[in-house]
């Protein structure tokens, strides 16, 4: 399976990468050849001893997939390293979990008609709809009356069954 198959690798950069290559102990070091490649265009090496993982800056072109390849055998290896699933490491290194939408997610996300994963500050989740009021986002009673505050550590988007839906995207960024 790709890293790119899995929810958590919406919105993922080459900083996040990055990032979590140095959590890992595998620090930024020099490219033993190029810092442009004909293949993977600018990208950075991480590691140590005899292991080295490529980062291009970008992966998401359609007419060359050498960097996407090179990006997801770097993460399956990392992964297997650090006794992560894959997908588990993506979710290290992207959690998706936002503390509460934009104004603009939840409108592009269907308003006050579409339905929210909330996680309380206990742990619980809930299913609720929010609502836009004063230029945020709200949390509503059953009543359809807005909630005076927002006492949730974190929030996704769901379709009405709870299936967890993809963070609504504007030109490829996360609103």
Avoid at 87 to 95: A, E, F
Avoid at 118 to 131: D, P, S, T
Avoid at 147 to 173: I, L, T, V
Wanted: aromatic share 12%; glycine share 10%.
């Amino acid at each position: 399976m790709n890293f790119t198959d899995f929810d958590e690798a919406q919105g993922l950069t080459a900083e996040m990468v990055r990032a979590a290559y140095e959590r890992l102990g595998y620090p930024l070091r020099d490219c033993s050849k190029f810092t442009v490649c004909a293949f993977l265009g600018n990208h950075t090496h991480h590691g140590k001893g005899d292991i080295d993982f490529a980062v291009p800056d970008s992966w998401d072109q359609d007419d060359n997939i050498r960097p996407r390849r090179m990006l997801d055998c770097g993460l399956q290896l990392a992964a297997s390293i650090g006794d992560f699933s894959l997908q588990g490491l993506l979710r290290d290194i992207n959690p998706r979990w936002r503390d509460r939408p934009s104004v603009a997610a939840f409108q592009a996300h269907g308003g006050w008609k579409a339905w929210w994963i909330v996680q309380h500050r206990n742990g619980c989740l809930e299913i609720v709809k929010l609502a836009e009021y004063n230029g945020a986002v709200w949390p509503t009673h059953d009543d359809g009356q807005v909630a005076s505050s927002w006492n949730f550590q974190g929030c996704w988007p769901c379709h009405e069954n709870g299936d967890r839906s993809r963070w609504p995207e504007r030109e490829g960024m996360m609103l």
